[in-house]
């Protein structure tokens, strides 16, 4: 899991809340991305964010937020608006976008 | 589309033998390949990638891939399997391109290996 890391390990929701997901890293990359991960779908993509200020949509960013106001920080903020968040959500970094994507230890999302 | 294929949900094998798990993709050009392992409630470990020259790439544990390009393929291979090897494995592919930020990944293949 090298220089990232992602708290809490299992956080939970109850309707109607909003919930930060916190990711940080020490290995001084710019980029940074969070991905969803369901039982037999793979990854998918919620955000990245390829330097500081600036982040752009993935594949399923509704009902998601971000902000990148620190090199080392990319904190997701799971809304009310996602009708089911339950799942496990990966934060990664890389030096740039085209460069290999080094994983944090994940965080498991379950909704009360 | 670009998408990226992982046929087998499970891979089983016994200790000590080769295993193979496959993967194919759709993507034009040129793209990155990469493998990944992950463990149970751990996030993704990176394995290998290639990017271009020699088709067979050396990774981590003592894992291999072989490109081949006119099958659009990127199999992971180990030539001797340990108990330890069991685990999720996902395949990825980047796409060429200035805006290669976007990494597909495949649905992952669980590996077991039996002692």
């Known amino acids: 899991d090298g220089g990232i890391t992602q708290s809490p390990k299992y956080l939970f929701r109850k309707e109607g809340q909003n919930v930060t997901l916190s990711c940080e890293q020490n290995l001084n990359h710019d980029a940074m991305y969070w991905y969803r991960q369901d039982p037999g779908q793979g990854l998918r993509l919620i955000y990245y964010?390829?330097?500081?200020?600036?982040?752009q949509k993935g594949d399923i960013a509704e009902g998601y937020s971000v902000s990148r106001e620190k090199k080392e920080s990319f904190p997701l903020t799971v809304t009310s608006a996602q009708k089911n968040p339950t799942a496990f959500y990966l934060c990664a970094s890389s030096t740039s976008v085209q460069e290999t994507q080094y994983f944090g230890p994940g965080t498991r999302l379950l909704v009360l | 589309a670009q998408s990226v294929a992982q046929p087998e949900d499970q891979v089983n094998v016994a200790e000590g033998n080769p295993l193979t798990v496959k993967c194919t993709y759709s993507v034009s050009g040129n793209p990155y390949l990469f493998w990944y392992v992950q463990y149970p409630n751990r996030g993704l470990q990176f394995l290998l990638k290639?990017?271009?020259?020699?088709?067979l790439v050396k990774g981590s544990y003592g894992f291999e891939a072989e490109f081949n390009k006119s099958q659009t393929s990127f199999h992971l291979k180990k030539p001797s399997a340990l108990v330890s090897d069991s685990a999720l494995y996902f395949c990825a592919v980047r796409p060429p391109g200035g805006g290669g930020f976007k990494t597909i990944f495949g649905a992952g293949t669980r590996l077991f290996v039996k002692a």
């Open positions: 964010s390829q330097i500081v200020n600036d982040f």
């Open positions: 290639y990017i271009t020259g020699d088709n």
